[in-house]
């Protein structure tokens, strides 16, 4: 009967790496749930000026939706175990992170070039909100793309040591997370322009 009850207990425990990341994803939210609040105080500021969106990141926000969608069928063929389609999807997929973070590099770039100055004196506080919101979110992708390109290249190793599926499982998941992050920041600040 003991057993049984270890066998049950050691079912239910959740692997350290999965705890450390939605502790992660829980604190990210945290952060940008301030962020966002401090946004909504500070816009009611006399000194708030509008600051409109490059379309930009329009597109960027349609990259990462399509990325969400080619990690989720690369984990999906990884758990198959058709390899060939996996390497294509995840290939696809640490290319559309790339070029997800070059929009908003992009983005910014476009404003700046219309006028808009985004940081230092000068600058107007709704443009450095902008800069330090959608900077992070940019800094945590960064942070996914790395993990894509270590997948990517791991993808691609003569030798399949192992067909573990937790490390493809916790890049899909952080994946997924920052494209959700990102879909809510870019509807927030479209709307509350």
Same mark, same amino acid.
């Given at each position: 009967m003991m057993a049984v009850t270890e066998t049950t207990n050691k079912s239910k425990k959740i692997h350290p790496h999965k705890f450390l990341l939605w502790i992660s994803i829980g604190s990210i939210c945290m952060m940008?749930?301030?962020?966002?609040?401090?946004y909504i105080v500070k816009r009611n500021q006399a000194n708030w000026e509008e600051i409109p969106l490059s379309p930009i990141f329009l597109y960027s926000t349609i990259v990462i939706l399509f990325s969400s969608l080619?990690?989720?069928?690369?984990?999906? +063929? @990884?758990?198959? =175990?058709?390899?060939?389609?996996?390497?294509?999807? &995840?290939?696809?997929t640490?290319?559309?992170?790339?070029?997800?973070?070059?929009?908003?590099?992009?983005?910014?770039r476009a404003m700046a070039n219309h006028g808009i100055l985004l940081l230092g004196p000068g600058s107007n506080?709704?443009?450095?909100?902008l800069v330090v919101i959608i900077g992070l979110h940019v800094v945590h992708v960064l942070g996914g793309v790395i993990a894509l390109l270590v997948t990517f290249f791991? +993808? @691609?190793?003569? =030798?399949?040591?192992?067909?573990?599926?937790?490390? &493809?499982?916790?890049?899909?998941?952080?994946?997924?997370?920052?494209?959700i992050l990102w879909i809510y920041l870019y509807l927030f600040l479209y709307f509350t322009r």
């Open positions: 940008f749930a301030g962020l966002t609040s401090a080619t990690m989720y069928l690369s984990y999906k +063929a @990884f758990k198959s =175990r058709e390899m060939q389609q996996y390497k294509r999807l &995840i290939t696809v640490a290319a559309l992170g790339v070029l997800f973070a070059v929009l908003q590099y992009l983005g910014f506080a709704a443009a450095s909100f791991r +993808a @691609f190793r003569t =030798r399949v040591k192992s067909y573990s599926t937790l490390p &493809i499982e916790l890049v899909s998941t952080y994946w997924h997370f920052v494209d």
